[in-house]
């Protein structure tokens, strides 16, 4: 039989599971919202006709991506009690009022309004109908800023004091709110989402292009994705940079394993490949560029910052993985940075819409932004082990007293059913996908207004 | 102020709430085999299809609201409800995929019929079974579970189980009665009025069975307070379900589903009288579960101040989604 050891690496494995999938579609979600209330409101002011069959075009696609965000999350609310009851239990008092203030103010507001948003328009008007979308995307937003409040207190405790049951209670509010890295946290991960919709969008419209580069309503999106790349993507490197500030000031070990940094010394290198070794404490077949972490992280050549030897090895998060994913997300971004910079210079050259090379690459970008978030959050939550709450609360402290049998079957469940179900859901996304842009059916609202629904025929 | 008693209320309201709403869902789905033609289906679906997901919000409130308040009986709760948690899940996974896919494909409609279906029986009985599991205690040491794998797998859980499918096929039905006509609505009255006889004989079966094993609960029912309400309970009950009969005879379209909710709201009084004061029966009391106070009051401030905002949108969306559906209202392409 299994030991208690591997209940454990059960349950981080389902959470690690259940979440990575989950995260996938609000990153989608919270993106297109805002980009189909701002195409809503171009087409408002402009009445130019492609606006409305791109919104029309993405707004079946932001429906099933919602659908499986909400289906995904309500795992992920539940999942705290099933195997994490004794962190459940000790965190509550303070983590908890900040979801139910996520479900009060976001979830609520925007599962309200996305019926009107999706089925509603020959029933309430324009003008409510925008603001139906508008307050999708709020929604979005509000519940960005929540769950990111919750995920940060668990990296950057603060306010918080212990009650005589061994809960955590809030002192101050305000303080467990915004925790120190909270503000980086937030915007990094909402710039994250725009990004990777921008990229889903500019593959789209770059597609399309590459088959048809007189599609108007193709053109219209990359053009949109691309004036995206070009400006967000060098914020978001901004942003990152002064995230990782906040890291290194409030969990430096995570830093260390970020950067393969195992010695403390002055001037230490940036690696750009190589394998850390736990064992030997340190970095296999590097390559490095000579001072550069330390110019990085204290913006000086001989700078000083600790590295994992100012830890105990049994506090040490797994450096491989750390490592690796913080490659990854750089090179996902530096990517962003570079297709933007291209896509400039195909404008200013009057090629923006016939370059084949910018279509291809800009197609290949398509997961890209997937690929960051995702190896972004490993960095951020494998580099945090072996806490649950930073600091204070261990993860073997945390869980459920679940069987490994029963955490192996749920965790089996859940990966045979996601795989299936949202498998599926990809498929039809990609297939919806493939429909040509300018044949987007956009019906006469008046004649049909009150009898059928606008979107009665034109699948497939 | 009791802010602990006030949260068990607002928890409370979230769940019925959550029950009278997605029930209804839950039970046009579960119904879907007595309706085999595919126009009859796409109706059926389009009923509920703009405002499932703010149903299914409520559950998401009740779990939240449970971390948020009540903590320790949140971390007890599940770990000891594991297995039918996780099925609800999944079967809430199947059901709300269904609403987007089902018309996103027709080859393989069928599949994502069996996934509405499926999904909101093992949704429907999985929440009935923790109904029953919690009303038949729940062993804990400490703060924490320690029952064994299957507590939760009686037949009393399962009588449980099967009660609520039925009694979310009556919400479905006369939800179905209000929303649509012909011949969907003339099936739906047959299906209602059965669905009705048996939840009322169910429910009285639970009434008589507890006070008989449980000598907490039957002390609690043959003391005054609670006695008053015990007493008068079987009266409300026999009028909502004779109101509810003819309700159905004389084919009303509206009333028919408020008198199945009087119905609900019969047997979840009854459910929290014999459980009160306690969240996880004899273990665990609301004040023992209760947060810090300050936790109350911060989450207090907010959801008094936003609850009603949610309960006006969520009837605007209601309004606009107002009247019959037929065949030529669908919202899919």
Not at chain 1, 96 to 124: C, D, S
Not at chain 2, 148 to 169: M, N
Not at chain 2, 175 to 202: C, N, P
Request: include cysteine; charge should be neutral; glycine fraction near 8%.
């Amino acid at each position: 039989m299994l030991d208690s050891f591997d209940a454990l690496s059960l349950a981080r494995f389902q959470f690690a599971f259940t979440v990575a999938f989950h995260i996938i579609f609000p990153a989608f979600s919270i993106g297109l919202a805002s980009f189909l209330a701002v195409t809503e409101a171009l087409y408002l002011k402009t009445r130019n006709p492609v606006y409305q069959k791109m919104w029309r075009y993405w707004v079946k696609i932001f429906a099933v991506v919602f659908g499986m965000g909400v289906v995904s999350g309500l795992v992920m609310s539940y999942q705290f009690g099933t195997n994490w009851s004794v962190f459940s239990d000790k965190a509550g008092p303070v983590i908890g009022p900040l979801m139910g203030y996520e479900v009060l103010t976001a979830f609520f507001l925007e599962a309200g309004f996305l019926g009107v948003m999706l089925f509603g328009m020959n029933k309430v008007g324009e003008r409510l109908h925008f603001f139906a979308t508008i307050m999708v995307a709020i929604g979005t937003a509000i519940s960005a800023f929540w769950i990111l409040s919750v995920n940060s207190w668990m990296q950057t405790p603060a306010g918080w004091a212990l009650n005589s049951d061994g809960q955590f209670i809030a002192k101050d509010w305000f303080a467990v709110i915004f925790n120190p890295s909270f503000p980086y946290r937030l915007m990094h991960m909402v710039v994250a989402a725009y990004l990777t919709t921008a990229m889903m969008i500019g593959a789209v419209g770059a597609w399309h292009l590459l088959r048809d580069s007189s599609s108007a309503v193709a053109r219209k999106m990359f053009s949109m994705a691309m004036w995206m790349a070009l400006i967000v993507a060098p914020i978001q490197a901004f942003i990152g940079d002064m995230h990782g500030l906040n890291t290194l000031e409030h969990q430096p070990a995570k830093v260390a394993a970020m950067e393969g940094h195992f010695k403390t010394e002055p001037g230490a290198p940036l690696y750009l490949f190589g394998w850390p070794n736990m064992e030997t404490a340190e970095v296999d077949y590097s390559i490095a560029i000579p001072n550069g972490a330390s110019l990085i992280l204290t913006h000086s050549l001989d700078g000083e910052f600790a590295g994992l030897d100012q830890f105990p090895r049994e506090q040490w998060p797994n450096v491989p993985l750390v490592f690796w994913s913080f490659r990854i997300m750089v090179a996902m971004g530096l990517l962003m940075i570079l297709l933007g910079v291209i896509s400039a210079w195909k404008r200013w050259r009057g090629r923006l819409y016939q370059s084949r090379f910018l279509h291809r690459f800009a197609l290949l970008m398509a997961p890209s932004g997937f690929i960051a978030v995702i190896s972004g959050w490993v960095v951020t939550e494998a580099g945090r082990q072996p806490w649950t709450i930073y600091g204070l609360l261990k993860t073997h402290e945390s869980a459920s007293p679940i069987a490994a049998e029963g955490v192996a079957g749920s965790l089996l469940a859940f990966i045979v059913v996601y795989f299936f179900v949202f498998g599926a859901g990809v498929f039809y996304i990609i297939r919806k996908m493939r429909q040509h842009p300018d044949d987007v059916h956009v019906p006469d609202y008046a004649v049909h207004k009150g009898i059928a629904s606008e979107f009665l025929m034109n699948e497939e | 102020m009791d802010y602990a008693l006030i949260w068990a209320a607002l928890i409370a309201i979230a769940v019925f709430a959550y029950v009278a709403l997605d029930g209804f869902d839950l039970g046009i789905a579960i119904l879907f085999p007595a309706f085999p033609e595919e126009k009859h289906r796409d109706v059926m679906m389009n009923a509920v299809a703009p405002v499932w997901d703010g149903n299914e919000t409520w559950l998401v409130l009740g779990g939240g609201g449970l971390l948020a308040v009540f903590p320790l009986a949140y971390s007890v709760l599940l770990p000891a409800l594991y297995m039918p948690v996780i099925v609800m899940l999944l079967g809430l996974i199947f059901r709300g995929v269904a609403f987007e896919y089902r018309f996103k494909t027709r080859r393989a409609k069928f599949v994502w019929d069996v996934s509405f279906i499926v999904g909101s029986w093992a949704a429907a009985m999985s929440q009935g079974i923790m109904l029953g599991a919690i009303l038949q205690g729940i062993s804990v040491t400490g703060r924490q579970y320690s029952g064994g794998w299957f507590d939760w797998l009686t037949p009393f859980t399962i009588f449980c189980g099967l009660a609520v499918v039925v009694g979310y096929v009556l919400l479905g039905a006369s939800w179905l009665i209000m929303k649509t006509h012909g011949e969907i609505q003339q099936r739906s009255y047959r299906y209602a009025r059965i669905a009705a006889v048996i939840l009322v004989l169910a429910i009285a079966a639970v009434s008589i069975y507890l006070p008989v094993v449980d000598e907490t609960i039957a002390k609690r029912w043959f003391t005054f307070p609670a006695s008053a309400l015990f007493w008068s309970l079987p009266t409300l009950l026999a009028i909502v379900a004779v109101g509810l009969l003819r309700s159905l005879r004389k084919s009303q379209q509206g009333r028919p589903y408020l008198w199945s909710l009087g119905l609900f709201f019969i047997a979840f009084l009854g459910f929290s009288v014999s459980i009160f004061p306690y969240l996880v029966p004899h273990a665990i009391t609301i004040w023992d579960a209760a947060a810090p106070e300050n936790s109350l009051k911060f989450l207090l401030v907010g959801a008094a101040f936003l609850i009603p905002i949610i309960f006006a949108y969520t009837g605007y969306t209601y309004w606009v989604f107002r009247g019959k559906i037929d065949e030529s209202s669908g919202y899919h392409d």
